[in-house]
């Protein structure tokens, strides 16, 4: 199912609502697996942070957690939780999310979980800059379920 960008994002202002519909991009992007495409939308000093995994991961990681052999992300629904901009340069997003993926050889797995973001506007464009969170323990597939993050 494709993400409704306009879930309750009522109240925010254009600038938040611009970095909420960047993020839905995001994972839309992730559902491709263009790993040029994955690593454009990533700073290249990015880090990142699965806390279910025992150290932070950076852009390559993050990439290919999204991509090759990973889980295949067929469904989603995101929902922003909180969107903060500070000085117009940095961005802030909390939103909870659930996503139906698809292991290598395996059945399609419900997974849910949140995720906060970090990105930096650059050029006038959103970068991520880094990502934590985790998929809920009770539902995790073997594998990745987040743009820009080591477990879409």
């Known amino acids: ?14 600038e938040q609502r611009e970095l ?11 559902q491709g ?3 040029a495409l994955i690593r454009a939308t990533l700073h290249p000093d990015y880090v990142g942070w699965d806390i279910s995994a025992p150290l932070p991961h950076d852009r390559e990681a993050a990439v290919r957690s999204v991509s090759g052999d990973s889980p295949d992300l067929r469904e989603y629904e995101l929902h922003p939780l909180s969107v903060r901009i500070y000085d117009g340069k940095v961005g802030v997003v909390h939103y909870a999310w659930r996503a139906t993926v698809v292991p ?3 059945a399609p797995v419900e997974v849910t979980g949140n995720w ?3 990105y930096l506007r650059q050029d006038g ?10 998929p809920d323990p009770s539902a995790a597939p073997a594998g990745p379920t987040d743009p820009g993050s080591s477990p879409p």
């Open 1 to 14: 199912m494709a993400p409704d960008p306009a879930l309750p994002v009522t109240g925010f202002t254009p």
């Open 20 to 30: 909420w519909q960047h993020v839905v991009g995001l994972w839309a992007v992730s």
């Open 33 to 35: 697996r263009n790993e």
């Open 104 to 106: 290598l050889g395996a």
């Open 116 to 118: 906060s973001e970090v």
């Open 125 to 134: 464009a959103w970068t991520m800059v880094s990502v934590s969170g985790r």
